[in-house]
């Protein structure tokens, strides 16, 4: 994701980004470890005032579990 992030500067100007949509599975988290880099790419795109929204196919938690998960990332 880190990479993602540098490859955007020079795709994009990132004052342009009103908002990005990221999966959880796999993207955000495996399991209910992180992705290496995801948390701090989040963190970056927010401390850009970048919205950050979450989606995911998976119906085996409530949303209420999924956010917790995500709170507890950071």
């Known amino acids: 994701l880190s990479t993602l992030l540098g ?3 020079f795709m994009f100007n ?3 980004i009103k908002a990005v ?3 959880l599975d796999g993207v955000i988290w495996r399991g209910s470890i992180p992705v290496p880099g995801a948390v701090e790419t989040v963190a970056r795109f927010r401390e ?3 919205r950050c929204f979450y989606c995911t196919n998976n119906s085996r938690k ?4 999924f956010s ?3 709170n507890s990332m950071g």
Request: cysteine-free; hydrophobic content about 60%; overall charge negative.
């Open 7 to 9: 490859a955007a500067r």
């Open 14 to 16: 990132l004052s342009e």
């Open 21 to 23: 949509v990221f999966d």
């Open 48 to 50: 850009a005032g970048i």
């Open 62 to 65: 409530a949303a209420s579990e």
């Open 68 to 70: 917790e998960l995500l």
